[in-house]
């Protein structure tokens, strides 16, 4: 877009149809907004590569939670449940429990037609 517009821009400056000095403040103009354009877009790659690490460290630590919790001395216990849960409370036996952000956007991930649209990856027959 900004690139058409520098053409068009020196076109317009080669038919004489704008002055030098209009030429020059239009084209710094541009030419800026092609560096903020190219700054948004080295952040935004930035933020994915970001969001990768941290999706991929999360089902890794979530593939094994068990097992960390199971080697983890009781204070590592009680700082694995405090980063995961906002409340937990006991109700006679039933264990009542709200989750922290990321983790509550797991729950119920089955029910989320957005993450598969069509028919199941997998099409083996189940055992």
């Known amino acids: 877009m900004v690139t058409k517009r ?12 704008i002055t030098k000095d209009m030429y020059d403040r ?18 935004h790659h930035e933020g994915d590569e ?14 094994k939670a068990a097992e960390i919790f199971d080697r983890s001395t009781t204070d590592e ?14 109700e006679g036996s039933k264990l009542r429990y709200a989750l ?7 729950v119920d991930l089955k ?3 957005e993450w598969l649209p069509g028919p199941d990856s997998n099409q083996r027959p189940s055992d």
């Open 6 to 17: 520098l053409d068009a821009l020196l076109d317009e400056y080669l038919d004489k149809s």
């Open 26 to 43: 239009k084209h710094g103009q541009l030419i800026q907004r092609r560096h903020e354009i190219n700054e948004l877009l080295e952040r």
């Open 50 to 63: 970001q969001f990768r690490i941290a999706v991929t460290t999360l089902v890794t630590l979530a593939s």
């Open 77 to 90: 216990k009680r700082q694995l449940m405090a980063y995961l849960f906002s409340s937990l409370e006991l």
């Open 100 to 106: 922290k952000t990321p983790f509550n956007l797991f």
């Open 111 to 113: 029910d989320c037609k």
